[in-house]
Nanobody, 124 residues
Framework: QVQLVESGGGLVQAGGSLRLSCAAS????????MGWFRHAPGKERKFVTN????????LYADSVKGRFTISRDNAKNTVYLQMNSLKPEDTAVYYC?????????????????WGQGTQVTVSS
């Protein structure tokens, strides 16, 4: 399995920016895609974005399109989430996730490995 460790969360004012990092280790050769989910209070864990490791193809939830950018550093086995123009509704615990195979599902159950989560709080 792949081990994932997130970092970079914190408190930021609305309109500000934050960059999250997710470092992968272990059986990284088996990874098809890595991405981010978020879990806000009172809501289900929800897909934010992911990137196909080999091709760099990306997909974003409508709620973050134009504001968030996912990227990868192949040499470091690390994926990043650049978050700009942050809104209070972006406040959540952000989880890095990975999966071994392609799927047209972006529910949490379709991902195999998970990080511990990092808190992002956006103040108004």
């Amino acid at each position: 399995q792949v081990q994932l460790v997130e970092s970079g969360g914190g408190l930021v004012q609305a309109g500000g920016s934050l960059r999250l990092s997710c470092a992968a280790s272990g059986r990284t050769f088996s990874t098809y895609a890595m991405g981010w989910f978020r879990h806000a209070p009172g809501k289900e864990r929800k897909f934010v974005t992911n990137i196909v490791w080999s091709s760099g193809a990306t997909l974003y939830a409508d709620s973050v399109k134009g504001r968030f950018t996912i990227s990868r550093d192949n040499a470091k086995n690390t994926v990043y989430l650049q978050m700009n123009s942050l809104k209070p509704e972006d406040t959540a615990v952000y989880y890095c996730a990975a999966r071994k195979y392609y799927s047209d599902s972006y529910y949490p159950s379709s991902f195999d490995s998970w990080g511990q989560g990092t808190q992002v709080t956006v103040s108004s």
